[in-house]
């Protein structure tokens, strides 16, 4: 049989990484930044394989992280994890035989566990509503609107078999438009589905709001020192609420999430330098005056001296 250059797909890309930040980069055509929660030296793997205007992917994160995401515009991403327990889109924490979707050109945040796996599939939207329209299918907006879906336990479980099958077995290049034309049907009967996610309860649009007003003032005042006390003046609400809000939406609490985030910003920079910057001018600027117990949470939190990080040249972002 003769293949013309149109019939053949690129091969399956596996990519290992051992930061956080840079396994975020490696996700082709998104756009990422991931912060490391639980302590330990971090692994992450993806299998990815992209057609023209379908790609899917198997991703997998040693340790639990805040993921700040953003897919291709005028898409839809669905993501199916292995195992929900401990997962949060947007802060609504996953259930059983629910997918996570999110339309492209928007951001979204991801919590995820350790050792978490997750199969992800993005499509071009005119792609899918064609298809749709082709098998007399009308889609349920609500797929670009709500972040979390239930799926009907069977179609979940043919589709995961379908992608499982697809990344862990091919090697070589593939027939485009037949594999578009399998994970299209495939999709199109989890879509049509009319299974709506449980509600939410009635204080997660108040706490939501009460974590993204801390994140927002924290990202617009990078070297700013935060305190309990400013945090509750800034988001007029008590310690309690303020406690509970993070816990919530986030999985930590507001002083765990101010000190990973420095950590992590810290890690960020020390990829990022270049001579003579010194680990000490990085981490004072970040706040961390002690600089031997910066060293040592350093070292716990991504399992290397700070000093390691710095003579590590960080991999170049797409």
Request: net charge negative; glycine share 6%.
């Amino acid at each position: 049989m003769t293949f013309t250059h149109s019939d053949i797909a690129p091969k399956k890309c596996i990519q290992e990484a051992f930061d956080a930040d840079e396994h975020a980069q490696n996700l082709t055509r998104w756009q990422q930044q991931y912060d490391q929660l639980t302590p330990g030296r971090f692994y992450g793997r993806l299998d990815e394989i992209t057609l023209p205007a379908i790609q899917v992917f198997k991703e997998h994160t040693g340790q639990a992280l805040r993921q700040d995401c953003r897919v291709w515009d005028d898409s839809l991403w669905l993501g199916i994890p292995s195992h929900p327990a401990g997962s949060r889109i947007n802060g609504q924490p996953l259930e059983a035989q629910e997918v996570m979707c999110r339309p492209g050109g928007r951001d979204f945040e991801l919590v995820t566990p350790e050792a978490f796996d997750i199969y992800g599939l993005v499509i071009r939207l005119p792609l899918l509503r064609a298809a749709a329209e082709r098998q007399g299918i009308t889609l349920d907006e609500q797929w670009t609107v709500t972040p979390r879906r239930h799926a009907n336990p069977a179609t979940l479980r043919a589709l995961i078999f379908l992608l499982d099958r697809l990344l862990s077995q091919q090697h070589g290049a593939i027939a485009e438009k037949l594999h578009q034309d399998i994970l299209l049907t495939g999709l199109l009967e989890l879509m049509d589905a009319q299974q709506p996610s449980g509600e939410l309860p009635p204080s997660y649009v108040h706490r939501k709001a009460v974590v993204d007003r801390v994140k927002q003032y924290v990202d617009e005042h990078l070297e700013a020192p935060m305190t309990m006390e400013a945090l509750c003046e800034l988001t007029h609400v008590s310690r309690r609420t303020l406690q509970y809000s993070f816990t919530t939406i986030l999985g930590i609490s507001p002083l765990q999430f101010l000190r990973l985030t420095r950590l992590n910003r810290v890690r960020r920079a020390l990829r990022a330098a270049e001579p003579p910057t010194t680990v000490t001018e990085i981490a004072t600027y970040w706040g961390f005056w002690h600089l031997g117990q910066f060293a040592h949470d350093y070292k716990q939190q991504f399992g290397e001296c700070p000093s390691q990080t710095l003579h590590t040249p960080a991999v170049a972002l797409r």
